[in-house]
């Protein structure tokens, strides 16, 4: 089969659509910082920031998600919903040299709190350390609406506190915000291969882990109990992550569901794939192969750091086709 024809009759598309980049956002200014456990991606303040999506968005990229380096932390985290900080302020320079870029933004605490965690601390009457999740509702649903206010087009909520998409939405109705969509992180797994996102974020937590809170990879069916119950509340899409660990997660919600499904393609899932490119064991063709396995499982929307390579005047995707 020739080269076109294989193209003409190919089931699975990737597309400029598809794709979300993530930012890390720092204060100050005139910086970019380097992430050594993601070669190639970088912490940037909001002039960089700007003057780095140049190319992407010349070459087609239409959407990016945001997440927050602050320069003060403290116990409830109050610099996410601080107007100056450097969500916000990327939000307001998006749209003002972008704006037809889809901004989403990521609405968790772990980048804010001292303490690493996605929402303010409590102690049981067994005397263990939790997130108080009701707390932690009230202060998402604080930080979706100031990141509304400075122009976001998606508010992500990704800390799993249950009601969380609930709460967003009733703040953001309440606010005039009706108009605002929200991707739920709704079938997020405690998973190994979030290391170095921790490490671009600078959130790792300073005790225990986020498991209590975040799905067991043992589970699948209840996947779906959480994409329902964020459906329930107000959800517009919703998303499973890590992607390529759990395709078949990804193919469930999207024959239950009508809602768009996104997948993030995680860090860890990244850096594994670039070492193994660096060290000349894997060429790019693994890259749009991987990509193309999440698409092929349904995913409607690809959030991934590789969108870097896909928004390049020589696109992995065109090199990868015309390979074939």
Request: glycine share 6%.
């Amino acid at each position: 089969m020739s080269r076109t024809l294989r193209e003409i009759t190919g089931e699975t598309r990737l597309t400029a659509e598809n794709f979300v980049l993530p930012y890390f956002v720092r204060t100050g200014s005139n910086s970019e910082v380097p992430i050594k456990s993601m070669p190639g991606i970088s912490q940037f303040t909001v002039d960089r920031l700007i003057a780095d999506m140049e190319e992407p968005v010349k070459n087609g990229l239409r959407a990016v998600l945001l997440f927050g380096l602050p320069d003060k932390k403290n116990s409830e985290g109050s610099s996410a919903w601080d107007s100056r900080g450097p969500v916000p302020a990327a939000l307001r320079a998006i749209k003002k040299y972008y704006p037809e870029v889809v901004t989403m933004a990521d609405v968790c605490m772990c980048e804010y709190t001292d303490h690493g965690h996605c929402g303010p601390l409590t102690e049981t009457k067994l005397g263990e350390i939790t997130v108080d999740n009701d707390k932690a509702l009230l202060l998402h649903a604080r930080i979706a609406t100031a990141y509304a206010e400075a122009g976001a087009d998606v508010v992500a909520p990704s800390g799993m506190m249950d009601g969380v998409v609930g709460a967003i939405r009733e703040k953001l109705d309440q606010s005039g915000f009706i108009d605002t969509t929200i991707m739920a992180y709704s079938a997020k797994y405690a998973s190994s291969f979030y290391g170095p996102f921790r490490d671009a974020a600078e959130s790792p937590p300073k005790s225990g882990d986020r498991k209590t809170y975040q799905m067991s990879p043992m589970n699948s069916r209840e996947a779906l109990r959480e994409v329902e119950l964020d459906i329930e509340e107000g959800a517009d899409i919703v998303m499973v992550k890590p992607a390529l660990a759990y395709l078949d997660i990804i193919r469930m919600v999207r024959d239950e569901f009508i809602l768009p499904v996104a997948a993030y393609n995680v860090s860890g899932e990244y850096s594994m794939l670039k070492a193994a490119i660096e060290k000349n064991w894997l060429s790019y063709d693994a890259v749009a192969e991987t990509l193309l396995s999440i698409r092929r499982a349904g995913a409607d929307i690809i959030i991934s750091y590789f969108a870097r390579e896909i928004f390049k005047e020589d696109s992995l995707i065109d090199v990868y086709r015309h390979s074939r």
